[in-house]
């Protein structure tokens, strides 16, 4: 009896509905792992579609596209070892699984299909998929193996099943987004999967940017006991052998490269770069532009995009109002010159006053306000956008969380764009990130080193300059506290009495409250932008746009 076995791991960055490309990438894993002599290599959950697919997995066409995509890859991946991938299947009575495949001796030898379906935040697989049943382990000599596919690990059944069916070691596929703090519940719970059954756990996640979801690697190894074996890079596509030992008690793992994992500050700011590198990457997008305002915001929308995809690939716009002060175009121009890149200033006063004299007649007798503030910002919008779409440049929004979850922003205006790289990052992270930018720097990073953000642009009080000495402040709360009040009342979904008992003003909670709720046909059109919370705008908190309900308490 063989007592080594070798299993490749493959963590890696498809792009979701590029059919050909991904299963280029998993050939070419696999010759790795041919090459290493393993006896397996796998990939991650749903890899030969991207992930998440959402409702084009409904398509019978594009589903049965990736299925003649991982049968031409049993085709093709004969003379080595097996391969394992993520897929859908549409039976012929039309039932859709979400699917691992076992590829060996050039045919699909076993499916292992998903049996406990997400269905809480950004995940919807009950709509999607029928659970599959109760299956046993498969064998890849000299070991036997037990798959369950990413939430099956979650929840103690599945994996207990494998091990009192014959499983020696869980293989566990995964699609796991970032969310801020993820990798420790991950990991708590697979050490209660490997004190439960006694077997080792082989954790694998895929990396890369779909849309909103950011998935951050970090695939691990754990031996019985729960103690740490293996731990691959966040964010990095990596390719590692793990070696297996059969000893008197079962199979260990033995002890390989240990990657340590940045702190929360650092993993927030390489999911809004990556974010943006892969959306624009997979959208078909080289280039980007925003307006830089010479506001912190601004700033650093410019700075994530400088380490994305380079400076010399950001064009940023300054376009002052008679409002604008002097410090605000000097700041903006201080910031494109310490990023490297490209100022352009397009004045909007002329533009402005024509708008208003064409308005005239109909705002006669009326008191300026918020409508003619805002036109400023619709004309930006519509110089910016004019310029996207004149050199095919991506236009960047650039609403924090703060701004986003009360409306403190223009619909058409500064809220026009393709992506929105700060939308899950509240104002006062803002400020700390700002802050962590200037002192650090990666060599993922593509912009240049040192204090890329002024001092004073962190320092200086927020203001939108649409009317004579405008503070955010004038409108809202501070941002400490807005801040405060808008965690427990959407990320923590706490009572306004909760808000005030925690010592928050009550009618500065009602109103912020008010403000969340009628700026919900905003954000229902707003760019999207990376995940970084478990509770970010958009699949993870789901709400009416119309809703006359308020809490009473």
């Known amino acids: 009896?063989?007592?080594?076995?070798?299993?490749?791991?493959?963590?890696?960055?498809?792009?979701?509905?590029?059919?050909?490309?991904?299963?280029?990438?998993?050939?070419?894993?696999?010759?790795?792992?041919?090459s290493a002599g393993a006896q397996l290599c796998a990939l991650p959950e749903m890899f030969i579609t991207g992930y998440q697919a959402q409702d084009l997995v409904l398509k019978p066409a594009f589903t049965r596209d990736a299925m003649a995509a991982v049968d031409a890859l049993a085709e093709t991946a004969t003379d080595g070892p097996a391969l394992s991938i993520g897929h859908?299947?549409?039976?012929?009575?039309?039932?859709?699984?979400?699917?691992?495949?076992?590829?060996?001796?050039?045919?699909?030898?076993?499916?292992?299909?998903?049996?406990?379906?997400?269905?809480?935040?950004?995940?919807?697989?009950?709509?999607?998929?029928?659970?599959?049943?109760?299956?046993?382990?498969?064998?890849?000599?000299?070991?036997?193996?037990?798959?369950?596919?990413?939430?099956?690990?979650?929840?103690?059944?599945v994996?207990?099943?494998?091990?009192?069916?014959?499983?020696?070691?869980?293989?566990?596929?995964?699609?796991?987004?970032?969310?801020?703090?993820?990798q420790d519940i991950r990991m708590g719970h697979m050490?209660?999967?490997?004190i439960e059954t006694g077997l080792p756990v082989v954790y694998l996640n895929m990396i890369g940017g779909?849309?909103?979801?950011?998935?951050?690697?970090?695939?691990?190894?754990?031996?019985?006991?729960?103690k740490l074996a293996v731990q691959l890079p966040v964010f990095e596509e990596?390719?590692?052998?793990?070696?297996?030992?059969?000893?008197?008690?079962?199979?260990?793992?033995?002890?390989?490269?240990?990657?340590?994992?940045?702190?929360?500050?650092?993993?927030?700011?390489?999911?809004?770069?990556?974010?943006?590198?892969?959306?624009?990457?997979k959208s078909g997008f080289k280039k980007v532009l925003l307006g830089l305002s010479g506001g912190i915001d601004s700033a650093i929308v410019a700075t994530i995009a400088a380490d994305a995809i380079g400076a010399k690939n950001v064009r940023?716009?300054?376009?002052?109002?008679?409002?604008?002060?002097?410090?605000?175009?000097?700041?903006?121009?201080?910031?494109?010159k310490r990023l490297g890149t490209h100022l352009d200033t397009i004045p909007i006063s002329e533009a402005r006053d024509a708008i208003t004299r064409t308005l005239a007649g109909l705002?006669?007798?009326?008191?300026?306000?918020?409508?003619?503030?805002?036109?400023?910002?619709?004309?930006?919008?519509?110089?910016?956008?004019?310029?996207?779409?004149?050199?095919?440049?991506?236009?960047?929004?650039?609403?924090?969380?703060?701004e986003v979850a009360v409306g403190y922003a223009t619909i058409y205006g500064d809220m026009s764009g393709g992506y929105n790289p700060i939308k899950d990052l509240y104002k006062m992270r803002v400020f700390e990130t700002c802050r962590w930018r200037n002192a650090n720097h990666r060599d993922w990073m593509l912009g240049p080193k040192g204090v890329v953000i002024p001092e004073q642009i962190i320092n200086k009080p927020p203001s939108a300059e649409l009317r004579p000495d405008q503070k955010d402040e004038d409108s809202l709360p501070p941002y400490e506290v807005l801040d405060d009040i808008l965690e427990k009342l959407v990320d923590e979904d706490l009572s306004v009495a909760d808000v005030v008992a925690a010592g928050h003003d009550r009618e500065t909670v009602k109103k912020i409250e008010h403000l969340i709720y009628i700026s919900e046909y905003k954000r229902f059109q707003s760019a999207p932008g990376p995940r970084l919370t478990d509770r970010a705008f958009w699949l993870d908190r789901r709400y009416p746009i119309v809703n006359q309900w308020r809490d009473p308490s």
């Open 1 to 34: 009896m063989a007592n080594a076995f070798r299993l490749t791991i493959a963590q890696l960055n498809p792009t979701l509905g590029d059919l050909d490309g991904n299963a280029k990438k998993a050939l070419s894993a696999w010759d790795e792992a041919k």
């Open 316 to 336: 940023c716009v300054m376009l002052p109002s008679a409002y604008t002060s002097e410090a605000s175009l000097t700041d903006a121009a201080d910031v494109a």
């Open 210 to 226: 779909q849309d909103d979801q950011i998935f951050d690697g970090g695939s691990f190894v754990l031996n019985p006991g729960g």
């Open 238 to 281: 990596t390719i590692a052998h793990i070696d297996f030992e059969r000893r008197d008690d079962g199979w260990v793992a033995l002890d390989g490269a240990k990657d340590p994992h940045p702190d929360a500050w650092e993993q927030d700011y390489r999911v809004m770069v990556e974010g943006l590198r892969d959306y624009l990457r």
């Open 88 to 157: 859908p299947l549409l039976t012929e009575d039309g039932t859709l699984y979400n699917c691992y495949s076992i590829l060996q001796e050039g045919r699909v030898k076993t499916r292992i299909l998903k049996n406990i379906l997400p269905n809480d935040g950004v995940f919807d697989e009950k709509r999607l998929y029928t659970p599959g049943p109760d299956q046993g382990p498969y064998a890849i000599d000299p070991i036997r193996l037990g798959s369950p596919i990413c939430e099956d690990a979650w929840h103690p059944d």
């Open 363 to 402: 705002f006669a007798d009326t008191d300026e306000g918020i409508a003619e503030e805002n036109i400023q910002s619709r004309l930006r919008g519509l110089f910016l956008m004019a310029l996207s779409n004149k050199f095919g440049e991506m236009l960047l929004t650039t609403g924090n969380k703060s």
């Open 191 to 194: 050490v209660a999967r490997v």
């Open 159 to 182: 994996s207990e099943t494998l091990a009192e069916t014959g499983a020696e070691l869980l293989l566990v596929p995964n699609g796991s987004p970032y969310a801020r703090g993820k």
